[in-house]
């Protein structure tokens, strides 16, 4: 069992840059990979990024390239997404989640099996 907390979000205008943070308790924060995720109003929740275990392996959605950052630091028990040029159609609730699985379908949303209760980030155009 792993408990996460996301904090980060907020308002911020079109170009800018926000950082989100996922801190998660329980077991040893090593022993999972890491994913974000983002729902919109009415659509479904999507891939963002994800990070494995030790972090040396890191994804992201063709969406978020080269504007987005995923890292994880395991002696704080937390992973971060560094979020850069900020778009309108960036805005969503931002999702983070934890499995103890290898690092095999990290973008899909049932290889997770810890979710947090999401960070609101709204981009202003």
């Known amino acids: 069992q792993v408990d996460l907390v996301e904090s980060g979000g907020g308002l911020v205008q079109a170009g800018g840059s926000l950082r989100l943070s996922c801190a998660a308790s329980?077991?040893?924060?090593?022993?999972?990979?890491m994913g974000w995720f983002r729902q919109a109003p009415g659509k479904e929740r999507e891939f963002v990024a994800a990070i494995s275990k030790n972090g040396g392996i890191v994804d992201y959605a063709e969406s978020v390239k080269g504007r987005f950052t995923n890292s994880r630091d395991n002696a704080k028990n937390t992973v971060s997404l560094q979020m850069n040029s900020l778009k309108a159609e960036d805005t969503a609730v931002y999702y983070c989640?934890?499995?103890?699985?290898?690092?095999?379908?990290?973008?899909?949303?049932?290889?997770?099996?810890?979710w947090g209760q999401g960070t609101q980030v709204t981009v202003s155009s």
């Open positions: 989640a934890a499995t103890s699985k290898a690092y095999v379908y990290p973008k899909q949303r049932d290889f997770y099996d810890y």
């Open positions: 329980g077991r040893t924060f090593s022993t999972y990979t």
